[in-house]
C-alpha cells in the first residue's frame, strides 16, 4: 500500500522559515512527478510547487522567490523549503504524487500537514 507521510509543519513567525518533507512508502515502481498544494480555511485547494521526474519546477505566483520544491529520488522524499514565510501562508500543505505502482499510474495525497504563520 503506498503512503504519502508528510512533516515539518509548525507556528512559525511572519519572516521565518519552514521546511516540509514527504516520503513515498509502499510497493511502487516509480514517482513520475511530487507536488505540494495547500487549503486555506474557507478556501479551495491551490497548487503551490509542482516537480517533475526531470527536475522542472513551477510555481505558484504568491510564493515565487520565498518557496523552493526539490526532491530526493534515493529517498522517495520531496521537499518545500519556505521562506519569508507570511500570515496569509497560513494552511494545511498536501503532499501529491504521481506513482506507477501495481495497478498502473495513480495519484495520491498525503494526509496533510499545518503550517501557521503568526502576524
Known amino acids: 500500500q503506498v503512503q504519502l507521510v508528510e512533516s515539518g509543519g509548525g507556528l512559525v513567525q511572519a519572516g521565518g522559515s519552514l521546511r516540509l518533507s514527504c516520503k513515498v512508502s509502499g510497493m511502487i515502481f516509480s514517482i513520475i512527478n511530487m507536488a505540494w498544494y495547500r487549503q486555506a480555511p474557507g478556501k479551495q485547494r491551490e497548487l503551490v510547487a509542482h516537480i517533475s521526474g526531470g527536475g522542472n519546477t513551477n510555481y505558484a505566483d504568491s510564493v515565487k522567490g520565498r518557496f523552493a520544491i526539490s526532491r530526493d529520488n534515493a529517498k522517495n522524499t520531496v521537499y518545500l523549503q519556505m521562506n519569508s514565510l507570511k500570515p496569509e501562508d497560513t494552511a494545511v500543505y498536501y503532499c501529491?504524487?504521481?506513482?506507477?505502482?501495481?495497478?498502473?499510474?495513480?495519484?495520491?495525497w498525503g494526509q496533510g500537514t499545518q503550517v501557521t504563520v503568526s502576524s
Open positions: 501529491n504524487s504521481g506513482i506507477r505502482d501495481h495497478s498502473g499510474y495513480n495519484d495520491y
